[in-house]
């Protein structure tokens, strides 16, 4: 039952009624239950429970997310150069010195890769590094940014254009609009929506 309508100065301050005690049953009931669900979707199939996309087809075979993630802390740099080691690096031409020069000034590799979004998705897309964007691989039918370009070995300079098939076969297209320097005018054709 509901206390009787308090007239005091004490009352008045107090806003709002209490929960009757009836109730603290049925939350304490809920939230047992929440935190099982949450507990059990954790321990039966915790990537899928807990993130947005599935691994990309490059680390979709690691077994568990603390291969990449510790607990509480996210994704550590450390838990990369555990597989991506520096003579991993040394022995890939194209992208080898890059990241080597990368790895020695202690940069994250969160700064140009990211994960979770499907198994095909390319783990560089929409990461500053990628300055093209997703569609670059579609129309240039590539797989990897050292199919089109060379990257210095200083880490600090812009990556060098390749003379390539792909490269060139791009470059015809469109009347020279896909020409280095010109890429910021993708949207004036490739925005556009029908009849607009």
């Known amino acids: 039952m509901w206390p009787a309508r308090c007239t005091s100065a004490a009352c008045n301050r107090m806003r709002f009624l209490p929960l009757p005690n ?4 049925a939350i304490t009931a809920a939230t047992l239950l929440l935190v099982g669900w949450l507990g059990w979707g954790s321990l039966q199939d915790p990537e899928t429970f807990w993130a947005p996309e599935d691994l990309s087809r490059y680390h979709a075979g690691l077994g568990s997310c603390t291969a990449c993630h510790d607990p509480f802390r996210g994704i550590r740099t450390e838990k990369c150069s555990g597989c991506h080691t520096e003579k991993r690096f040394a022995s890939t031409s ?3 010195p890059f990241h080597l020069s990368l790895m020695r000034q202690k940069r994250s590799c969160l700064d140009c890769h990211t994960e979770h979004r499907g198994r095909l998705a390319m783990i560089t897309v929409g990461k500053q590094g990628n300055p093209h964007g997703e569609f670059i691989f579609a129309a240039t039918n590539t797989a990897s940014c050292i199919d089109c370009h060379a990257f210095p070995t200083d880490g600090g300079r812009k990556p060098l254009l390749l003379d390539t098939g792909d490269v060139q076969r791009l470059g015809a ?11 910021a005018d993708c949207l004036g054709c490739h925005g556009k929506t029908e009849g607009g």
């Open 22 to 25: 009836s109730v603290f049953p």
């Open 173 to 183: 297209k469109g009347n020279g609009a896909h020409q280095p320097g010109r890429f």
């Open 94 to 96: 194209g992208i080898g």
